[in-house]
């Protein structure tokens, strides 16, 4: 039988999951629970001239929404292409060095539950965009999101084209296990290319600043947790054979040390 490397899954810790989560959820909680309106109306001002958002509809900031949208579909289709030629060229999937089946499939749900949980609290929240409230001559108030299961007026939190951006998170963590220096440009990636988007929405008076950065957050814990489901067992493996190696490898036999064995990823056809 051919022989293949094999791999630990990159290391989750107690400081990791604080990074992952508690830290970016109490965030997301403060500018839920208290928006920062003066801060926003500060930032957004800078762009508006007295009747209205002036790069609203310039020709160059129209095409340039078009266009950042083909992104998020062409990194979808390309995880799609890689799930068909590893069906048919009958890859393992979790064959070292390979963007197997089963994290391909992880990037394709990532991104698809990101976009639709901003759809669905934009459709929801009730807050309304820069350009229509009364800050800026428009007739709506300026509102914070209401959390609710009905559709309310307003449709403009979180940032929905942000979004186009940040549920690329999910690249990140499709490969840290596989490929880390990868999965770090795609963080990289994925940051500058939100903060392009949240600048331009800004300066057309569509989103103010908190709601872009909610967008962030939102696509940020959406892809953290559909990755510790997609990969649970493999964390709770690792959990325990942390915990047995710092307890001096005490408990277990051989039957336990085999079923806790670090989590790797191999070719099945060995087994």
Request: glycine share 6%.
């Amino acid at each position: 039988m051919p022989q293949t490397q094999k791999i630990q899954l990159a290391p989750i810790t107690a400081w990791t999951l604080v990074k992952w989560f508690l830290i970016p959820g109490l965030i997301l909680a403060y500018i839920t629970l208290y928006p920062p309106h003066a801060l926003d109306i500060a930032l957004s001002e800078p762009f508006y001239n007295g009747t209205k958002f002036a790069l609203n509809r310039i020709p160059v900031m129209v095409w340039i929404h078009r266009l950042f949208r083909i992104v998020p579909f062409f990194i979808g289709f390309s995880a799609l292409f890689v799930i068909i030629q590893n069906l048919r060229n009958k890859v393992p999937p979790y064959k070292l060095g390979e963007v197997g089946n089963r994290r391909a499939l992880y990037l394709i749900l990532g991104m698809l539950a990101s976009v639709f949980l901003v759809k669905f609290l934009k459709d929801t929240t009730g807050v309304y965009c820069p350009y229509a409230v009364e800050v800026f001559s428009g007739n709506a108030p300026l509102l914070s999101p209401v959390l609710s299961f009905h559709k309310n007026p307003g449709h403009c939190w979180p940032s929905g084209f942000t979004g186009t951006a940040f549920c690329c998170f999910a690249m990140y963590f499709a490969f840290r296990d596989v490929r880390p220096r990868l999965a770090r440009g795609s963080l990289i990636f994925t940051w500058l290319f939100g903060i392009a988007c949240s600048v331009i929405q800004v300066m057309r008076g569509e989103h103010f600043m908190s709601h872009t950065l909610a967008t962030a957050l939102f696509d940020w814990l959406t892809c953290a947790l559909l990755y510790c489901v997609f990969f649970s067992k493999e964390i709770w493996q690792q959990f325990i054979v942390k915990n047995r190696a710092e307890d001096g490898g005490s408990t277990g036999g051989p039957m336990l040390r085999e079923a806790v064995a670090p989590v790797r990823i191999e070719d099945r056809e060995n087994r």
